[in-house]
């Protein structure tokens, strides 16, 4: 049984940097790709970008300049960081198990973490 | 980068009644669709996949249909635990996008 777990700081101010951690528990962590997804209140799903064991990593475009995913494959775990935060990132970021990493297409989504809600505001 | 359009944004229905929920794309995505249902405070559950195909435990009154640009999620006969928001999702091209939700309401 897969689970993820997340954490993180849920209060910050304009320009300052979003870290976020997910760990990931009962699963092949080095067979996939781990994934981030944010969705601002009341609004749609956004995917953020995604990393494998090796550090490999794929952007949204619209994102690439401020963001940076890391991983400890010793402890299981994938974390997000997001620079220069405005008030258009606040949302809920979900941490989710993503694509097998011998795929070339994106993944859909059947394991996700609980959710974060971050804020951002001065 | 492939735009998922759903219609409508809000339906209102009975328990027991038929919904329909419509997702279209802005290029072919063949059959690389998925549906997610969303309930407040809870993170999406994958329903269908591929177009057509039930993700495991999902009841068969969900079901799921459409190729190329037009896709649709039917619930055959609505049960009280199904009023939720429910997003599509593209894999055919990165990046992976959503749609913007249809919200079932009572």
């Known amino acids: 049984q897969v689970q993820l777990q997340q954490w993180g700081a849920g209060l910050l101010k304009p320009s300052e940097t979003l870290s976020l951690t997910c760990v990931v528990y009962g699963g092949s962590f080095s067979v996939y790709y781990w994934t981030w997804i944010r969705q601002p209140p009341g609004k749609g799903l956004e995917w953020i970008g995604e990393?494998?064991?090796?550090?490999?990593?794929n952007y949204n475009p619209s994102l690439k300049s401020r963001v940076t995913m890391s991983l400890d494959t010793s402890k299981n775990q994938f974390s997000l960081n997001l620079t220069s935060v405005t008030a258009a990132d606040t949302a809920v970021y979900y941490c989710v198990r993503g694509r097998i990493r011998t795929s070339l297409r994106p993944p859909y989504f059947l394991h996700w973490g609980q959710g974060t809600l971050v804020i951002v505001s001065s | 980068e492939i735009v998922l359009t759903q219609s409508p944004a809000t339906l209102s229905l009975s328990p027991g009644e038929r919904a329909a929920l419509s997702c279209r794309a802005s290029?072919?995505?063949?059959?690389?669709l998925a549906w997610y249902q969303q309930k407040p405070g809870q993170a999406p559950r994958l329903l269908i996949f591929d177009a057509s195909n039930r993700a495991p435990g999902i009841p068969a009154r969900f079901s799921g249909s459409g190729s190329g640009t037009d896709f649709t999620l039917t619930i055959s006969s609505l049960e009280p635990e199904d009023f939720a928001v429910y997003y599509c999702?593209?894999?055919?091209?990165?990046?992976?996008?959503f749609g913007g939700g249809t919200n079932i309401e009572i």
């Open positions: 990393i494998n064991h090796s550090g490999s990593t």
């Open positions: 290029q072919s995505v063949s059959n690389y």
């Open positions: 999702q593209q894999r055919s091209n990165w990046p992976l996008t």
